[in-house]
């Protein structure tokens, strides 16, 4: 035997005993990409064994450079795109290896543009396959990222954002959406100084304090980037301007969006385990808030958001919770839908308490119809619906179980857990969707109600804060059941495509880019009083393209009650408050009087008339944010159909506003005519792109349309 044939079968055998070998190191190259959309650019370049982000911005800038070149090596910017760290080690310069690189189309309509790139690392096992898309001319960008275990051990991930970016130096301002329960989506922002400043979600649903999303301005520049994160669960972003010898001006900025794993600790990868990570969508832009996120918006409406015929146009509610809070009788809905049917609803949704006996919270899982309130089940309920000419919807909250309820004295172990205990917040417990027998069982609850009551709309709560500690070594629990969550949803939709999903989470509490994929539209605050509620849609159409946001007329009060005695035109108001966006009724109609019922159909009529326009529009904030507790001034948002043939505004007048308000609209034809509308009456015609409203009185109201004449 030769020696180098020896030596071949030795290391041949070494080999087979030990784990597979990680990428090996290959000789440096450099590659470059440029993905392009909507007028705005993305470029991506390997080098070094780091992929790095040349660019993002407006077309047809240069790549990224430093202010000061004596200051390059100082500030160690390299325009990273990854932020990866394993086995306790940063993964950076000089440890990837280019496995392959292809193009290729993707999404509903084959016109997004996709790079897919599989990453190798030179030392540990761990493969990383990212795909970048540009879509189509929305002006928006994605990242996909999945993490491979190709070794043959246990592989610690300590952080993998979604999105890991090195900034230029520049001179930043950041804005967020905060706000927990009836106080959600309120807009601040602040200059980022030195420091780490972090936001996180770790409650277990993902907007609760926080939404995953942000906007950033570089004044310098005059560049925004603006990102949201398309998941459920708990998870942080991160920016930091590191101090060091250079202005601080003059310091890279990094940014890092990305799921958090269970305790706030390591995710473990079994060897030839495969973890897909949430998408980051993101874009940048050289105009102000809403050009950025209107790109957003465009993405969502066009490549995201789930859909369905039978919510085309968005549909007018009728809900029964804030009148009838846990409790009802068939009678009493029977009378209420037909005065909903004289208002012109289009869809009659029995809330929670159809199923308690006592308490509707405690008895979650128990999907069985009281048999007090409705003695011939719900279907009686349902057939009288449908001869009024409206849908029929029923509230669930499908992933709990009440701690009073059989199903959790029978099926306690179908939880997730702490300690071997189910995890409990309150009266509920969260079932735990990533086992296939709880995902059989909730599909056979819907497929028993769809078959008793034709369902046609299905309103799916979820009133639980569940954290982020539950049994399981791989700190992935609450990951597998949302993603297990998100296909159950899917099948749902598939199986019954002419069901009308809306996503509920205590208000606007699970409200994100992740959840609007697998539902048609989401109620975005339990809190439905006038006043606050324009702060709150005003939010929410920020973040969001304003067909996912769900909110209704209450009334004064949130039990319904709307004082007979007031002005006509604060009933109007009141009516027209959640115009921006899916809308609904939920009050004590059987009090009405003529008159209000009068107004009420006139207003939901008005709101037919714009809804078109409102779903897939650009949205223009022609105010700043009203406060929410004390309202002043104005507050106006123009919506904008993608042909611009049509525009809509909703104008208000609040606290303190003068009488009459000049507003500049925008995104509208320079080539076009149009001609106005006032609360559905004839207002002449738009010049110079300016409309004055005048409202004679405070806390008023008015829905101005205008359509393209040429």
Known sequence: ???????????????????????????????????????????????????????????????????????????????????????????????????????????????????????????????????????????AFSAHMNLHNRGSRLLRIDAAPSLGWQLPAGRYELSYLWGGWGRERQLASEKLGAGRRVFSSQRGRSSNGYSPWFMLHDS?????????????????????????????????????????????????????????????????????????????????????????????????????????????????????????????????????????????????????????????????????????????????????????SRMFRERAAWCLSRDGKPVQSGSRCQLDFARPEVRHWARGVMDRLMRECALDWVKIDYNIDIGDDFDGAGGDALYRHIRAYYAWLDELRAAYPNLVVENCSSGGLRFDLGIIGHTHTTWLSDVVEPKPSLALGYGCTVEFTPEVCNHWMVGDKDDGTVHREGPAGWWDFM???????????????????????????ENVALYKSIRETLAGADLYHLTPQPDHDDPRGWMAIQYVAPDRSRSAVTAYRLGGGQPSHLFRLRGLDPAKRYAVSLDGRPAGELRNNELTVTLDAEWRAAIIRLEATQ
């Open 220 to 404: 310098d520049s005059g560049t925004r980037y603006a990102a949201q994160l398309a998941w459920s669960g708990n998870w942080e972003t991160s920016f930091e301007l590191y101090p060091q010898a250079s202005p601080l001006e003059e310091t890279p900025l990094k940014v890092a969006m990305g799921m958090s794993f269970d305790r706030g600790k390591a995710l473990l990868l079994a060897p030839e385990m495969s973890v897909p990570l949430p998408e980051a969508a993101f874009t940048a832009s050289d105009g102000d808030l809403d050009d950025a996120a209107n790109r957003l918006h465009r993405y969502q409406s066009r490549y995201v958001l789930a859909r369905t015929p039978a919510n085309d146009p968005l549909l007018v509610q009728f809900n029964s919770w804030y009148p009838f809070p846990g409790k009802m009788t068939v009678a009493e809905m029977k009378r209420v839908a037909e005065v909903a049917a004289e208002l012109g609803a289009e869809v009659f949704v029995l809330d929670a308490g159809w199923f308690n006996r006592v308490s509707w919270s405690k008895e979650l899982g128990d999907w069985n119809t009281d048999p007090v309130a409705f003695p011939n089940g719900l279907g009686e309920l349902a057939r009288h619906v449908h001869s009024k000419g409206m849908k029929f919807g029923l509230w669930v909250e499908i992933e709990n179980l009440g701690s009073e």
């Open 1 to 139: 035997m030769t020696r180098a044939i020896f030596f071949l079968i030795v290391f041949s055998v070494l080999t087979s005993l030990t784990q597979r070998a990680p990428a090996q190191a290959q000789p440096n190259e450099t590659r470059t990409w440029t993905l392009s959309s909507g007028g705005a650019e993305l470029r991506l370049r390997f080098e070094g064994g780091e992929l790095r982000m040349a660019y993002l911005g407006p077309s047809g800038r240069p790549d990224w450079r430093p202010k000061k070149p004596a200051n390059w090596a100082t500030a160690q910017f390299s325009g990273r795109a990854l932020s990866l760290s394993a086995e306790g080690r940063e993964i950076g310069a000089g440890d990837l290896v280019l496995r392959s690189a292809r193009r290729e189309k993707t999404g509903r309509d084959a016109s997004g543009d996709a790079l897919r790139l599989v990453l190798g690392h030179r030392d540990l096992p761990l493969e990383i396959e990212i795909q970048y898309t540009a879509w189509s001319d929305t002006g």
């Open 575 to 601: 009516f027209r408050v959640p115009m921006n966006g899916q809308y609904g009724i939920s009050s004590k109609v059987l009090d009405w009087g003529p008159e209000l019922k009068r107004r009420a159909a």
